[in-house]
């Protein structure tokens, strides 16, 4: 039988370091040397994976049924979460660095649960160390209860969402990505998924004076003007077009104030994801590639839009070029660049410092 003792225990932690996070728990409970080993090495508990299946009070999903009052108060919610388990292993990682993915698959999570999870995070003062927080969801407002939560991440220079939802999300529904004034210095990195910037009817005020990449939906002047506001070192700038399912009041027929387009050509990357017709194609143009000295500036079509645009596009603007394009979003179909300079990203691809 072999012998774990034979392997110093620098070995077994590189053995684990790559390992899930729930795998490297379960390396804990295989016998006494292990878990002395594992437990005594920070760097295993540097890369935490959050997860909550568990519905709100009142979902009415399928499995939840219709709601009552009455039975509700007595009531279970279905799901269960390793919240414990990560607050354990918070102080494991002693002074490092936190790297942290929140995965919330239920539509109607429990958002009480998230704001809770973000308190507990700030109390162990574990928030000062957090490094990077990834957010996979199927509720889009799961990332403003845990924020509201952490309330402050001196240290987050990266913060992503990514909604799993099997259909579109209505911009009506979603409130925005925060719903306080939550402090992020040195936030460089900003992806937002099917998320609003901010509700029209609030205006919590946001600084960030790090961010240089931002990926985000744009729906009005007034929006465009609040995240020049709030992002003054913005390099990079990624607007979504919200589909007709996701916004249904949504015209792409508004045009940025001489101004306002004076600080936009201030950023020298703008990309335009999901153009999908003629209208929304003049509008990107118009608004975000009307600044002849910017070396980067791409439109990405959707799959059944780029044919049908291609040969009028390409009459229309002498210094563009056709060109394949890596996709956002498993978006495909051609991209328009100026011939100076082409450098486009996608979510798999780490966004530049």
Not at 88 to 94: M, R
Request: proline share 9%; glycine share 2%; with cysteine.
């Amino acid at each position: 039988m072999f012998n774990s003792y034979i392997l110093p225990p620098e070995l077994w932690c590189m053995v684990w370091k790559d390992m899930s996070f729930d795998d490297r728990v379960n390396a804990t409970h295989v016998s006494r040397y292990w878990r002395h080993v594992a437990r005594s090495c920070p760097r295993l508990w540097t890369n935490l994976q959050f997860y909550s299946p568990v519905h709100h009070v009142e979902c009415e999903c399928a499995i939840c049924g219709p709601y009552e009052l009455n039975t509700r108060a007595i009531w279970k919610q279905p799901g269960k979460t390793n919240y414990q388990l990560v607050l354990n292993a918070l102080p494991l990682s002693g002074s490092l660095p936190i790297h942290l993915d929140v995965h919330v698959t239920p539509f109607y999570a429990d958002h009480g649960l998230l704001e809770d999870f973000g308190m507990d995070i700030r109390n162990s003062s574990a928030a000062d160390r957090l490094k990077s927080l990834r957010v996979v969801f199927d509720d889009p407002d799961a990332l403003m209860w845990l924020l509201s939560g952490l309330e402050s991440l001196p240290s987050l220079t990266s913060l992503i969402t990514l909604a799993v939802t099997s259909e579109p999300i209505q911009f009506s529904h979603v409130r925005a990505w925060r719903n306080n004034a939550i402090h992020l210095p040195a936030l460089r990195t900003l992806v937002l998924d099917n998320m609003r910037w901010q509700c029209p009817d609030r205006q919590w005020p946001i600084h960030l004076p790090s961010l240089h990449f931002l990926i985000c939906p744009l729906t009005d002047p007034e929006e465009v003007v609040r995240v020049l506001d709030a992002c003054p070192a913005l390099k990079a700038l990624h607007v979504v077009v919200p589909s007709q399912e996701q916004d249904e009041h949504f015209e792409p027929d508004w045009t940025l104030d001489g101004p306002t387009l004076d600080r936009f050509a201030e950023i020298p990357s703008v990309h335009v994801i999901g153009v999908s017709d003629f209208e929304t194609e003049k509008w990107a143009l118009r608004n975000f590639g009307s600044a002849p000295a910017r070396p980067d500036f791409l439109l990405h079509y959707l799959p059944d839009a780029a044919p049908k645009f291609s040969a009028f596009l390409t009459n229309d603007l002498r210094d563009c070029a056709p060109c394949a394009s890596p996709t956002w979003a498993q978006r495909t179909g051609l991209a328009y660049a100026r011939t100076l300079w082409l450098r486009c990203w996608c979510l798999s691809v780490v966004p530049p410092s």
